[in-house]
């Protein structure tokens, strides 16, 4: 579960770490309140304005910007706020910005000591264990860092049994070629974004960039967070972050109704029973010459209340030009789900404009094809994989 960056330096903030101060606005006079209220707190009379949604390169896309008095906070809240932000993380259409995080200006002018580095905690999945990347390229793309200059990216192993040592977090600060105050506060740092990354069951952790202040003072200027949501119900208080104005419209709806659900670019839509079959009938698809455009698991339930609403999903997207029913029976009964689809499909009418292929196997498999056979509907049964395989090249070939 993706937070914007105001929350998830809230949850930075608590474990200790020194965040770039901010406030969050939804209109242009809030803005102006929120710099206000920045002001007395800081002293400074700068604000940068930035968009929240869930994307990165907002600068490059217009959603980060300067503003050097409060007519100009006014001015750049309004013109962000309710804009369509084309990033390179989002589609063509852009994402629409409902909020911006009025926050203190922590750059001083002319001050060579400021230095900008980059800081991510992620899990190594290879080695079944957590990392620390960091860069002395902070406010670059890591990605950009990476291809032209991989001898500046380093990285730190972590045992999750044992934790991060001490020794770790002082080699990480001195990679990064710090001394003196900098590199004891880096090391707190460096400590503080580890417990929050454990503390908090995140997937990912992005600091871009981690400043050193001409004060030696190290601040997470800015900030992304992944939450585990396998871990969420260990935190409730986090759960309740979900942002679902961010999110595909289609999978909340899926999930609103116990559906697992996420939207492809494809254009054969598929609904199965349980992740590994959902898999294999993904590349079915693909060897037929189709494009899956969904992977859905109806989960062990698939009555016709349940195959109505997946139905209806599917549907959505008007780029499904077929749609695979992939069921194995075994919790559930094949004839019970047969019945559960002719009368979903009776249920909606003329609704359902494009073939369907269903291969039922399991428990009752041999009644619930003759239900399939027999229902006078636009619905092709299938047995074998490579039969439902033959059926969807079919059908896409007309």
């Known amino acids: 579960?993706?937070?914007?960056?105001?929350?998830?330096?809230?949850?930075?903030?608590?474990?200790?770490?020194?965040?770039?101060?901010?406030?969050?606005?939804?209109t242009s006079d809030e803005a102006v309140a929120a710099a206000k209220a920045l002001t007395e707190e800081t002293g400074t009379g700068w604000h940068v304005i930035k968009a929240q949604v869930h994307a990165g390169g907002r600068g490059k896309g217009g959603g980060v910007k300067l503003a050097k008095n409060l007519d100009q906070v006014?001015?750049?809240?309004?013109?962000?706020?309710?804009?369509?932000?084309?990033?390179?993380?989002?589609?063509?259409?852009?994402?629409?910005?409902?909020?911006?995080?009025?926050?203190?200006?922590?750059?001083?002018?002319?001050?060579?000591?400021?230095?900008?580095?980059?800081?991510?905690?992620?899990?190594?999945?290879?080695?079944?264990?957590?990392?620390?990347m960091y860069s002395t390229e902070g406010g670059m793309d890591i990605e950009t860092?990476?291809?032209?200059?991989?001898?500046?990216?380093?990285?730190?192993?972590?045992?999750?049994?044992?934790?991060?040592?001490?020794?770790?977090?002082?080699?990480?600060?001195?990679?990064?070629?710090?001394?003196?105050?900098?590199?004891?506060?880096?090391?707190?740092?460096?400590?503080?974004?580890?417990?929050?990354?454990?503390?908090?069951?995140?997937?990912?952790?992005?600091?871009?960039?981690?400043?050193?202040?001409?004060?030696?003072?190290?601040?997470?200027?800015?900030?992304?967070?992944?939450?585990?949501e396998n871990a969420l119900f260990r935190h409730k208080d986090l759960a309740e972050l979900r942002d679902?104005?961010?999110?595909?419209?289609?999978?909340?709806?899926?999930?609103?109704?116990?559906?697992?659900?996420?939207?492809?670019?494809?254009?054969?839509?598929?609904?199965?029973?349980?992740?590994?079959?959902?898999?294999?009938?993904?590349?079915?698809?693909?060897?037929?010459?189709?494009?899956?455009?969904?992977?859905?698991?109806?989960?062990?339930?698939a009555d016709a209340k349940r195959v109505e609403e997946a139905f209806r999903i599917i549907l959505k997207d008007d780029k499904v030009e077929a749609i695979l029913v992939n069921i194995f029976g075994g919790i559930v009964r094949c004839d019970r789900v047969a019945q559960g689809i002719v009368d979903a499909y009776k249920n909606m009418g003329d609704a359902i404009k494009v073939p369907i292929i269903v291969r039922l196997q399991g428990t009752n498999a041999e009644i619930a094809k003759e239900l399939i056979d027999s229902s006078g509907l636009d619905v092709q049964s299938a047995v074998e994989f490579q039969e439902a395989a033959d059926k969807v090249q079919a059908v896409l070939n007309k």
Do not use: W
């Not at 579960?1 to 939804?26: D, F, P």
């Open 244 to 301: 679902t104005r961010e999110e595909n419209p289609t999978e909340v709806e899926a999930k609103a109704v116990g559906l697992n659900y996420v939207d492809l670019d494809g254009n054969v839509g598929c609904m199965v029973n349980g992740a590994g079959l959902a898999m294999a009938t993904m590349d079915l698809i693909k060897q037929a010459g189709g494009d899956p455009a969904n992977f859905l698991d109806v989960g062990g339930t």
């Open 145 to 228: 860092v990476a291809e032209e200059t991989p001898h500046l990216i380093f990285t730190e192993t972590i045992d999750p049994a044992h934790g991060l040592q001490g020794f770790q977090a002082r080699r990480i600060a001195f990679n990064l070629g710090l001394s003196g105050k900098a590199f004891k506060e880096m090391t707190k740092f460096v400590n503080s974004l580890y417990n929050a990354y454990v503390g908090s069951d995140s997937a990912l952790f992005e600091i871009n960039p981690v400043l050193k202040a001409s004060n030696n003072t190290i601040i997470a200027v800015d900030c992304k967070i992944t939450l585990d």
């Open 74 to 132: 006014k001015e750049i809240s309004g013109e962000i706020i309710g804009m369509d932000l084309v990033t390179p993380q989002t589609s063509a259409e852009g994402k629409r910005v409902h909020q911006v995080l009025v926050a203190e200006d922590v750059y001083e002018p002319g001050e060579a000591e400021i230095e900008e580095f980059y800081m991510s905690v992620l899990l190594d999945r290879a080695q079944g264990k957590n990392m620390i």
């Open 1 to 26: 579960m993706n937070l914007h960056e105001y929350q998830g330096k809230e949850i930075l903030a608590s474990y200790g770490v020194t965040i770039q101060r901010g406030k969050v606005a939804t």
